[in-house]
């Protein structure tokens, strides 16, 4: 394995992930909601929406965060080699998959396991899994 060693950020992963840490701890403990992103913004898109303000809130903040980063140092922009038509079934099969396993990566990763899920166990080692089958198919049987 090699690392690139010229992107290779650990301080601001570590600062990253203590982020997300704080911003699960801080809703499930003053709102009482997981955070989950894929539950979040599916709660736009449900009526009623009597809770709108504090899901808008923190999309705002999950899009902010990157912008914040870029303007305190250098910008990370993604080199994704795809078109978006498979930017767009990656993204509704990725839809189907939240729908189908209850919850999304952040959800059942970073809040179901910190609370002893094991559902959310059994979700992450999925969704695990299937990441690294498919970036061996993409790599080593496809990519040839």
């Known amino acids: 394995m090699l690392i690139d ?10 600062v990253g992930g203590l982020i997300i840490g704080a911003a699960a701890a801080v809703l499930i403990l003053f709102n009482g909601r ?10 736009l898109l449900s009526l009623p929406r009597a809770d709108m303000a504090w899901r808008l809130t923190f999309l705002i903040g999950l899009v902010a965060g990157p912008v914040i980063a870029g303007l305190l140092g250098k910008p990370s922009i993604a080199d994704i080699q795809a ?4 930017i767009l079934v990656a993204g509704f ?6 729908r189908y396993a209850s919850g999304c ?19 992450t080692l999925t969704f695990m899994a299937a990441g690294f089958l498919t970036v061996f198919v993409q790599r080593h049987v496809i990519g040839g």
């Open 34 to 43: 997981i955070a989950g992103i894929s539950g979040i913004l599916g709660g």
């Open 83 to 86: 078109n978006w038509n498979e």
């Open 93 to 98: 099969l990725v839809g189907i998959g939240t």
């Open 105 to 123: 990566t952040s959800g059942h990763g970073v809040c179901g396991i910190s609370r002893g899920s094991i559902r959310s166990l059994v979700a």
């Open 5 to 14: 060693l010229a992107n290779f950020t650990p301080a601001m992963s570590l």
